[in-house]
């Protein structure tokens, strides 16, 4: 079985934290959250989410923007986990007022 892309991804921009919401892909038991180090330039993952389709990351710097990525997946019968496609998007943080 194929997982469809994660679709109609939202975002909320706080001055710390960004809220990440997506509509729910069929037949997927959870969800991972990854966030692109600039850095670096690589992909960590953050999070896995079950049961929802939200996530809010913390700690971030104001007045920054952001690029994550959702990826859905599910456990076959026989307990492996089987990934569906990377859906990126990219965020900011709200600056403070002076």
């Not at 180090?37 to 929802?52: F, L, Q, R």
Request: proline content about 1%; overall charge positive.
């Amino acid at each position: 079985m194929e997982l469809s892309e994660v679709e109609n991804i939202m975002v909320k921009g706080y001055l710390n934290r960004i809220t990440l919401s997506w509509d729910a892909v069929k037949d997927a038991t959870g969800y991972r959250v990854y966030l692109y180090e600039k850095g670096t330039k690589k992909c960590s993952k953050i999070a896995s989410v079950k049961g929802k389709t939200t996530y809010t990351v913390k700690n971030l710097e104001e007045n920054n923007v952001y690029k994550f990525a959702i990826q859905p997946y599910y456990k076959d019968s026989k307990g492996n986990v089987v990934f569906g496609e990377k859906t990126d998007i990219s965020a900011m943080t709200l600056a403070s007022k002076s």
